[in-house]
């Protein structure tokens, strides 16, 4: 179990050859524990697999992947691999139907978990004498406690405030004049409008954001920053509950663009998403991570659905984890109009990439005819010139980024809601004469 004053592991393993052999001797130590662990689930899907040979990291393409299916078809208890006495906590993401995805926690992966979760914080520039004002929701989602868990084992003073309630937010950051926020980027956006509204910015001091649990482009970073005066830098932070929940790949204030993943615990590959086929480093996939440490729920290649690529050039001397570009959006996510495939994110950026665009957008897929039609409603910047010429030019980039044309409709700065607790939704579909936008 990690020590829990011991100095916390920013830069990872410098030699390719140490971090490999660790790598590997955590995946055999972990095959071996998931075949021996009595499990039926896992003696059924490694059956013919025999731990001795995952004797190099070549050996993971010949591995099973775990999938999310397996996690429900399993439900709750099925992919445990200790004695439920030896769990402390679970958490469960909601999916879009049927079942939540339970995932157990030992002590020891509680312990990983503070631990990944403060080399997160770290790398943002957060230090042991920062208040962590820790906006993520806390309950079965793994927001909360886990940059919880993270700020204390850090060192920091972690404010439990969790999501909602925006005006007690925003006093509280006032009073304790925190200078670290963690919340999702849409709600981090909305606190800062509320702030402006009441004439409250200034008296902020929040200098870093520590933003994730859904997909947010470049244009929405400028955004958030824009709208805490400038004094912000919004980081990207990347988790997912089935693997462990925030925490697994954090950006760097230094190397901004790119998410660091802590490849000590959690093992990355880049898979085609249709064919499960790895890729070679540097093309864009589905992000496959198998759990190297965890003991009481451990995964081995995990298909997260999540859309990357490895980066394998640049990054920053001394530092020595797997680099992979901020998310795109998910498989499952992934809208496909009039045959042409397209993530919401792409959307977002052509959007974004336009001053005159403010910051609230929605998409809305029209399936009423034969052919699915995109409409997308977004809010005007608060210096636009005029609604038409953005109208058109907005028109003009989506168009010339996804090679679909969009029915493009510019609303007031502030006009369309804002989400106060929870993931965002932006993609609507519409399927009779009810609009979804409306109300
Ligand atoms: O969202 C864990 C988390 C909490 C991450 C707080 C960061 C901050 P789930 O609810 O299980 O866990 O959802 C996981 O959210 O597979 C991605 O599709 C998406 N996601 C999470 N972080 C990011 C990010 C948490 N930084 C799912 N960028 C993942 C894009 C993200 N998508």
């Known amino acids: 179990m990690a020590d829990p004053i011991a100095p916390i592991d920013v830069v990872g393993t410098a030699d390719p050859e140490a971090k490999a052999a660790l790598q590997t001797h955590r995946l055999r130590d972990l095959v071996a524990r998931?075949?021996?662990?009595?499990?039926?689930?896992?003696?059924?899907?490694?059956?013919?697999?025999?731990?001795?040979?995952?004797?190099?990291?070549?050996?993971?393409?010949?591995?099973p992947?775990?999938?999310?299916?397996?996690?429900?078809?399993?439900?709750p208890t099925g992919m445990l691999i200790q004695p439920l006495d030896d769990t402390i906590r679970l958490h469960a993401s909601s999916g879009t139907s049927g079942k939540p995805t339970i995932v157990y926690y030992s002590?020891?992966?509680?312990?990983?978990?503070?631990?990944?979760n403060a080399r997160a914080l770290a790398l943002a520039g957060v230090r042991p004498d920062?208040?962590?004002?820790?906006?993520?929701?806390?309950?079965?989602?793994?927001?909360?406690?886990?940059?919880h868990y993270g700020g204390e084992r850090l060192g920091c003073t972690v404010v439990p405030v969790?999501?909602?309630?925006?005006?007690?937010?925003?006093?509280?950051?006032?009073?304790l004049g925190s200078r670290v926020m963690s919340a999702t980027p849409s709600f981090a956006l909305l606190m800062a409008e509320r702030a402006a509204e009441l004439g409250v910015l200034d008296r902020i001091r929040a200098e870093i954001g520590i933003l994730g649990?859904?997909?947010?482009?470049?244009?929405?970073?400028?955004?958030?920053?824009?709208?805490?005066?400038?004094?912000?830098?919004?980081?990207?932070?990347?988790?997912?509950?089935?693997?462990?929940?925030?925490?697994?790949?954090m950006e760097a204030a230094d190397d901004l663009g790119v998410l660091n993943v802590f490849d000590d615990h959690f093992l990355p590959e880049i898979v085609d998403p249709e064919t499960g086929a790895l890729l070679p480093d540097g093309e864009w996939g589905e992000l496959v991570l198998t759990t190297l440490t965890k003991t009481a729920q451990p995964v081995l290649r995990y298909r997260t659905r999540d859309i990357t690529r490895i980066v394998p050039d640049g990054g920053v001397d001394g530092r020595h984890w797997t680099r992979i570009a901020r998310l795109n959006g998910r498989a499952d996510d992934m809208l496909i109009i009039r045959g042409v495939n397209v993530y919401p994110k792409e959307i977002e950026s052509a959007l974004f990439d336009d001053p005159d665009v403010g910051r609230n957008y929605a998409i809305v897929v029209d399936r009423?005819?034969?052919?699915?039609?995109?409409?997308?409603?977004a809010e005007l910047g608060p210096d636009a010139a005029d609604a038409a010429s953005t109208t058109e030019r907005v028109s003009r980039a989506i168009a010339d980024r996804i090679r679909i044309r969009a029915t493009v409709e510019m609303v007031?700065?502030?006009?369309?809601?804002?989400?106060?607790?929870g993931k965002v939704k932006r993609v609507f579909e519409q399927v009779d004469d009810t609009d979804p936008l409306a109300g």
């Open 368 to 377: 009423r005819g034969s052919m699915a039609e995109l409409r997308v409603r």
């Open 34 to 63: 998931l075949a021996g662990s009595g499990n039926p689930f896992w003696r059924e899907k490694l059956a013919g697999v025999d731990p001795s040979g995952v004797d190099s990291l070549d050996a993971l393409p010949e591995l």
């Open 162 to 175: 969790s999501g909602g309630n925006t005006a007690l937010q925003l006093q509280l950051l006032e009073d």
């Open 213 to 249: 649990a859904e997909p947010w482009s470049e244009g929405m970073r400028e955004r958030i920053q824009e709208a805490w005066g400038g004094r912000l830098t919004a980081l990207d932070i990347y988790g997912l509950s089935e693997i462990i929940g925030p925490g697994v790949a």
């Open 65 to 75: 992947f775990t999938v999310k299916q397996d996690l429900r078809d399993t439900y």
């Open 412 to 421: 007031a700065a502030g006009s369309m809601p804002r989400t106060e607790a």
């Open 130 to 147: 920062d208040t962590l004002h820790n906006g993520y929701g806390y309950g079965l989602f793994t927001g909360g406690l886990g940059l």
């Open 107 to 116: 002590r020891e992966d509680i312990a990983i978990w503070a631990e990944v």
